[in-house]
C-alpha cells in the first residue's frame, strides 16, 4: 500500500461502525419499570456514584442535565452540590420514584422530565452548564446526533459513562451457563473515535470502582439475572442457581458477592470551550 493510500481513522464512518456493533449485539428492551421500586436498594453500597462524583467539576452555581437518570441515585447526589439538576428518563416510575426519596430526603432544587434519549431536541431542553449520560448510550444508535446534541446542550462539560471491555467477560460466562447468546454490543473507543471525527477530543480514563455488585440473597441474583437476560429454561436456572452458589462469598455486610463481576465503567468528558465541532 502506498503512503498516500493509507487510510485516515478520522474520515471512517464510525457511527456506521458503531451502528453495526450495536446491530450485532441487540438484545429485547429491559423493562425498567418492573424493577423501580428495587433498583435503588441494588446499588445501596455501590461506590461508583461516589466514584463518578469525585470526577466531575460541579459548583454551587451550576445548573446539570442528568440524562438517563433512573431512580436518582446519582441524581439525588447531584442535587447537593449545584444550583439545580434536571433528571431525564423514559422510565415513568423511575422518575416517581426519584421524586419520591427526593422528598423523602427534603431536596427542593430537582426537577424531573420524562423523555427517550434517542429524543434529545436542544430546542426543547436548552441550556446546562453539565451534561451528564451515565451508562445510558450503549444502545443509541443514532449516536452522532445525541452526542451533538449532549455538546450543544452543555454551557461547560459533557461527562458520559460507558461500559469497559472487561465488562463482556463475565457477562459472557454468565450467559452461557443461562443458555443465552452472548452478545458484546458496542465498545468504547468506537465511541471515542466518533468524538473525534467530530472534532472533540475527549478526555478517557477508568474508574477507579471497588466495590463489587451485592445480593441479599442467590434468589435476588437469579430474580436480577432474569430481568437483564430474559426468562431462563428450569435447567438453566438451576444450572446459574449452582455456579452462583459456587463462586459467590460473604462481604463484611452478610450479602453475597461474585468476585468476578467487578464494575468497569469509562468515563469520557471534554470541555465545551476547548472543541470546535467539524462540520
Known amino acids: ?29 429491559k423493562d425498567w419499570d418492573k424493577i423501580a421500586t428495587e433498583y435503588g436498594k441494588w446499588l445501596e453500597n455501590d461506590d461508583y456514584p461516589d466514584v463518578l ?43 416517581e420514584e426519584l421524586n419520591k426519596k427526593a422528598k423523602d430526603e427534603n431536596i427542593k432544587n430537582i426537577k424531573t422530565f420524562q ?28 449516536i452522532k446526533n445525541t452526542l451533538l446534541t449532549l455538546n450543544e446542550i452543555a454551557n461547560k462539560y459533557v461527562y458520559i459513562t460507558v461500559f469497559g471491555s472487561s465488562t463482556h467477560k463475565y457477562k459472557k460466562e454468565k450467559a452461557e451457563i443461562a443458555g443465552k447468546p452472548f452478545k ?25 470502582c471497588k466495590n463489587l455488585k451485592e445480593y441479599h440473597s442467590i434468589d435476588e ?16 436456572r438451576i444450572a446459574l442457581e449452582n455456579y452462583f452458589k459456587e463462586i459467590f462469598i460473604k462481604n463484611e455486610r452478610g450479602n453475597w458477592i461474585n468476585p468476578k463481576d467487578k464494575t468497569d465503567l469509562v468515563l469520557i468528558w471534554w470541555k465545551k470551550e476547548e472543541i470546535k465541532i467539524m462540520k
Do not use: H
Not at 503512503?3 to 428492551?29: A, H, T
Open 1 to 29: 500500500m502506498r503512503l498516500e493510500d493509507e487510510i485516515n481513522p478520522l474520515e471512517l464512518d464510525w457511527e456506521y461502525i458503531w451502528q453495526k456493533s450495536l446491530k450485532k449485539g441487540f438484545k429485547k428492551e
Open 53 to 95: 462524583l469525585n470526577e466531575m467539576r460541579i459548583t454551587s452555581n451550576d445548573t446539570v442535565l442528568d440524562i438517563g437518570c433512573g431512580e436518582g441515585t446519582i441524581t439525588r447526589k447531584i442535587a447537593k452540590k449545584a444550583k439545580s439538576v434536571t433528571g431525564i428518563d423514559k422510565s415513568e416510575l423511575m422518575l
Open 115 to 142: 423523555k427517550d434519549i434517542n429524543d434529545l431536541s436542544y430546542d426543547e431542553l436548552g441550556n446546562y452548564d453539565i451534561v451528564l449520560a451515565s451508562r445510558c448510550l450503549n444502545g443509541i444508535a443514532n
Open 184 to 208: 458484546s454490543g458496542t465498545d468504547y473507543m468506537v465511541l471515542v473515535m466518533l468524538l473525534r471525527s467530530l472534532g472533540i477530543e475527549a478526555n478517557v480514563f477508568q474508574l477507579e
Open 221 to 236: 441474583a437469579i430474580n436480577r439475572s432474569i430481568w437483564r437476560l430474559g426468562d431462563l429454561e428450569e435447567e438453566n
